[in-house]
């Protein structure tokens, strides 16, 4: 009887460790998300979500998935995967000379012309290349006109809701098709002797602007390095100021891109021993017309840049010329125009949205980069477009190749780091401008399953903590998936 009451005893006491040991209690996704939202999400912002499973054909999490919202550099995703899914897709950015005239002894009898092809990786060393390639025809004197043929894309230099005073940064260019550094001059320092101004070296190198040194070497009182200009009225003197006390480098875009690129490759040209004597002795060596090809018309040089280049400067630096050149270049293929301003590259984003169901009148497209204040989309429509990347193997793979991966390079090098989650699942475009911070691209969860997701955070101040909240949830998505819950 003792025996049977203490094995009664010991049961009873044993009895509340089995359904711990058996039953784990595990949140679902959305009440995950929903706790970071509700403890994470930076005070005084709000954020909308949408994640969906690619491999498994449905969606996984919402959160006010269709509330509109400001992109930043998030828009370049409509950009680049409207552009990747034109037929056309694979031709190259190309820059091309061309005369019309004859070659009598050592005369060019004729006009030359430089058509601009909105090629936003054209740096010195192309420009270098194409001057070599002139040189090589057997003249020295260009008795006629040198035009840069701009004609692709209409005079207005700026995107619509561009800020007026980013300028001079180098992140908002003047935008040309004739395009030299992406418009912009790279100022780098070196000290000299304490008190000693420093040794400035500009590339490229060119005498279309000026340059003032009120450098210090290795003074702190002399404040900050800084690198401008004297942008309010338009000009090109560059100015350099401040104490250097290592090598230092700055940036500044230069006013007007196309007289920039003209004004050095005829410098250029002068340098290889090619003089231009102008039919009409005009004031400066070189004027803009619209190239017309007819019998005498010849092709001197041509340089390209491949459509891969410029999409992975698009996605891993988030370079806003390389975004609105395939912008105009997006409007040239979809219009068949030969002269077109953005809204023709925008009519082109628009008519995807309407082939994907959506009514293109909800959203409003002011450019092809995200740097105006005008562009307002949703997370729905973002994971929409990404779906739509990934349903056509020519553009993911363009696409998915070209965005920055988490922990290791692009604008998410520094973040996701080793050790996380997100470590190298995630590769994924951000968006960020002042108040505004956005991700959204492709991670790969611990079931194997590949996921598109969005995240538009809006109203943050603090950029750290809402890099923070976006990081805590694609952690979060990558963790959850493994686990055969419902949802």
Same mark, same amino acid.
């Given at each position: 009887?003792?025996?049977?009451?203490?094995?009664?005893?010991?049961?009873?006491?044993?009895?509340?460790?089995?359904?711990?040991?058996?039953?784990?209690?595990?949140?679902?996704?959305?009440?995950?998300?929903?706790?970071?939202?509700?403890?994470?999400?930076?005070?005084?912002?709000?954020?909308?979500?949408?994640?969906?499973?690619?491999?498994?054909?449905?969606?996984?999490?919402?959160?006010?998935?269709?509330?509109?919202?400001?992109?930043?550099?998030?828009?370049?995703?409509?950009?680049?995967?409207?552009?990747?899914?034109?037929?056309?897709?694979?031709?190259?950015?190309?820059?091309?000379?061309?005369?019309?005239?004859?070659?009598?002894?050592?005369?060019?009898?004729?006009?030359?012309?430089?058509?601009?092809?909105?090629?936003?990786?054209?740096?010195?060393?192309?420009?270098?290349?194409?001057?070599?390639?002139?040189?090589?025809?057997?003249?020295?004197?260009?008795?006629?006109?040198?035009?840069?043929?701009?004609?692709?894309?209409?005079?207005?230099?700026?995107?619509?809701?561009?800020?007026?005073?980013?300028?001079?940064?180098?992140?908002? @260019?003047?935008?040309?098709?004739?395009?030299?550094?992406?418009?912009?001059?790279?100022?780098?320092?070196?000290?000299?002797?304490?008190?000693?101004?420093?040794?400035?070296?500009?590339?490229?190198?060119?005498?279309?602007?000026?340059?003032?040194?009120?450098?210090?070497?290795?003074? @702190?009182?002399?404040?900050?390095?800084?690198?401008?200009?004297?942008?309010?009225?338009?000009?090109?003197?560059?100015?350099?100021?401040?104490?250097?006390?290592?090598?230092?480098?700055?940036?500044?875009?230069?006013?007007?891109?196309?007289?920039?690129?003209?004004?050095?490759?005829?410098?250029?040209?002068?340098?290889?021993?090619?003089?231009?004597?102008?039919?009409?002795?005009?004031?400066?060596?070189?004027?803009?017309?619209?190239?017309?090809?007819?019998?005498?018309?010849?092709?001197?040089?041509?340089?390209?840049?491949?459509?891969?280049?410029?999409?992975?400067?698009?996605?891993?630096?988030?370079?806003?010329?390389?975004?609105?050149?395939?912008?105009?270049?997006?409007?040239?293929?979809?219009?068949?125009?030969?002269?077109?301003?953005?809204?023709?590259?925008?009519?082109?984003?628009?008519?995807?949205?309407?082939?994907?169901?959506?009514?293109?009148?909800?959203?409003?497209?002011?450019?092809?980069?995200?740097?105006?204040?005008?562009?307002?989309?949703?997370?729905?429509?973002?994971?929409?477009?990404?779906?739509?990347?990934?349903?056509?193997?020519?553009?993911?793979?363009?696409?998915?190749?070209?965005? @920055?991966?988490?922990?290791?390079?692009?604008?998410?090098?520094?973040?996701?780091?080793?050790?996380?989650?997100?470590?190298?699942?995630?590769?994924?475009?951000?968006?960020?401008?002042?108040?505004?911070?956005?991700?959204?691209?492709?991670?790969?969860?611990?079931?194997?399953?590949?996921?598109?997701?969005?995240?538009?955070?809006?109203?943050?101040?603090?950029?750290?903590?809402?890099?923070?909240?976006?990081?805590?949830?694609?952690?979060?998505?990558?963790?959850?998936?493994?686990?055969?819950?419902?949802?």
């Amino acid at each position: 009887m003792k025996r049977i009451l203490l094995l009664l005893i010991l049961s009873v006491c044993l009895l509340p460790l089995w359904p711990q040991e058996t039953v784990t209690p595990v949140k679902p996704l959305s009440a995950r998300i929903d706790a970071l939202i509700e403890h994470k999400l930076p005070a005084g912002s709000n954020v909308a979500i949408s994640v969906y499973d690619l491999t498994a054909g449905k969606p996984l999490y919402g959160y006010q998935a269709d509330k509109l919202s400001r992109p930043a550099s998030t828009m370049k995703l409509l950009t680049t995967i409207t552009a990747l899914s034109r037929p056309e897709a694979d031709e190259p950015f190309r820059t091309e000379v061309w005369y019309q005239g004859t070659i009598e002894r050592d005369t060019l009898q004729g006009d030359m012309y430089v058509i601009g092809g909105y090629d936003p990786e054209f740096d010195e060393e192309a420009l270098d290349s194409l001057v070599a390639t002139v040189a090589r025809f057997p003249f020295s004197v260009i008795k006629g006109k040198v035009y840069g043929d701009v004609s692709m894309k209409d005079s207005l230099y700026w995107g619509s809701g561009w800020l007026w005073d980013d300028t001079p940064y180098s992140f908002q @260019p003047y935008l040309s098709p004739l395009m030299l550094n992406k418009g912009v001059v790279k100022v780098t320092a070196t000290p000299g002797e304490r008190g000693d101004s420093a040794r400035l070296e500009c590339t490229p190198a060119s005498s279309y602007y000026t340059l003032t040194n009120k450098t210090q070497s290795r003074t @702190p009182s002399a404040g900050r390095f800084r690198v401008s200009r004297d942008w309010l009225v338009n000009g090109n003197n560059i100015t350099v100021t401040g104490n250097v006390d290592a090598r230092r480098a700055g940036t500044v875009n230069i006013f007007s891109s196309q007289d920039f690129f003209m004004h050095t490759f005829m410098e250029r040209l002068q340098a290889r021993g090619i003089r231009c004597i102008p039919a009409a002795e005009a004031e400066v060596s070189y004027l803009f017309g619209e190239f017309r090809q007819d019998s005498l018309s010849v092709r001197m040089a041509s340089y390209e840049t491949s459509v891969q280049d410029v999409v992975k400067q698009i996605m891993k630096e988030s370079d806003n010329l390389n975004a609105e050149a395939m912008l105009c270049r997006l409007g040239v293929q979809s219009s068949g125009k030969k002269r077109v301003s953005a809204e023709d590259g925008l009519s082109a984003i628009r008519m995807l949205i309407k082939e994907m169901g959506y009514n293109p009148d909800r959203y409003n497209l002011a450019d092809g980069c995200g740097l105006s204040n005008y562009n307002y989309i949703s997370p729905e429509l973002l994971v929409s477009f990404l779906r739509y990347a990934y349903s056509r193997t020519d553009v993911f793979q363009k696409l998915y190749k070209a965005l @920055p991966i988490g922990g290791v390079d692009g604008t998410l090098e520094f973040r996701m780091k080793k050790g996380t989650l997100s470590h190298r699942n995630v590769h994924a475009k951000t968006g960020s401008f002042t108040a505004i911070n956005c991700l959204a691209g492709y991670l790969k969860a611990r079931n194997g399953h590949e996921i598109a997701f969005a995240i538009m955070n809006q109203n943050a101040l603090s950029g750290r903590e809402a890099r923070a909240f976006q990081d805590a949830v694609c952690d979060e998505v990558i963790r959850f998936s493994h686990r055969k819950v419902d949802l």
